[in-house]
């Protein structure tokens, strides 16, 4: 397979330069948000209010069992699905009640979407070139800072390559590339790095760090413990609701609109027939087993 040199450092800010001025709000946001599936077997509630706001220009992690609603979340936020209920707004647009013609707009203008397999997100007869013109095409802008984005995600030299003559972890990266193409808010990706070897996924998870620094928000489902301590915020989903939140190294427990708090698993097992004695003394919640 082919050498996979990496991308370009990203280029830090001019001395004296003022610093950037704090976005206004959060890339996405999601509010009571629910998700059922109905099978054969009956329903499936994959999401049970989960509500979450993902900082602009900064990389989020969406961390949790199998099971747990992590991919639900991601196709809800990219626009590919919709919820039962809830709402969700991107780039302060709220998805929910458009149509599907006026859906498809958004996603085309506001959105990208990035899969595990590196294949499934490139056309296997486009060049690395011209899949980022096709993606300009799309968003209808053009295309003059294509060189600079593959300069900095190292794929310069790859311009005129096809996908098959590319690495798995240069794969991936062009498809980062193409769905940045136009500085979209928000770029979703179900667990990027679970098909690359360790080397390729530091090195993408280079490329999207510098991605994030140049204003988009990232938000990745991930097992991946690397993805973790690089992100700027991680969720944690377990039995399709929000665990906890965590900003560096504070992990706060969430508190729905009912007033519902998931306990971690290691806290659960105190409590084998699920109730618990709450009580309120001097402004402080204690729980404990009956």
Known sequence: ?????????????????????????????????????????????????????FPAAALSAVVGP??????????ILAGLDRPTAGQVTVADVRLSGL?????RRLRRRLLGYVFQRPADNLVPYL????????AA?????????????????????????????????EQQRLAFARAVVGDPPLVVADEPTAELDSASAATLL????????????????????????????TFYLRH???????SGQEALSVIDDAGRVQLPPEALKLFPARRARIGVEQ????????
């Open 1 to 53: 397979m082919p050498a996979d040199p990496g991308p370009a450092a990203p280029a830090g800010p001019a001395a004296g330069a003022s610093p950037a001025a704090a976005p206004p709000g959060p890339a996405a946001a999601c509010t009571g948000l629910v998700k059922i599936y109905w099978t054969a077997t009956g329903e499936v509630h994959a999401l049970k209010g989960v509500d979450a706001a």
């Open 99 to 103: 149509s599907v013609g006026r859906l």
């Open 137 to 169: 095409r799309l968003r209808r802008i053009p295309g003059d800072r294509d060189g600079d984005l593959l300069e900095l995600l190292g794929l310069a030299h790859r311009s005129r390559h096809l996908p098959r003559q590319l690495s798995g972890g």
């Open 240 to 246: 399709g609701a929000m665990e906890a939140e965590a």
């Open 66 to 75: 199998s099971g747990s609603g992590k991919s639900s979340l991601l196709r």
């Open 206 to 233: 280079e490329a999207v760090r510098a991605l994030a620094a140049h204003g988009t928000a990232l938000v990745l489902a991930t097992h991946d413990p690397a993805v973790v301590a690089l992100a700027e915020r």
């Open 127 to 134: 060049t690395v070139a011209e899949h980022l013109e096709l």
């Open 283 to 290: 402004g402080r919640v204690w729980i404990g087993p009956p």
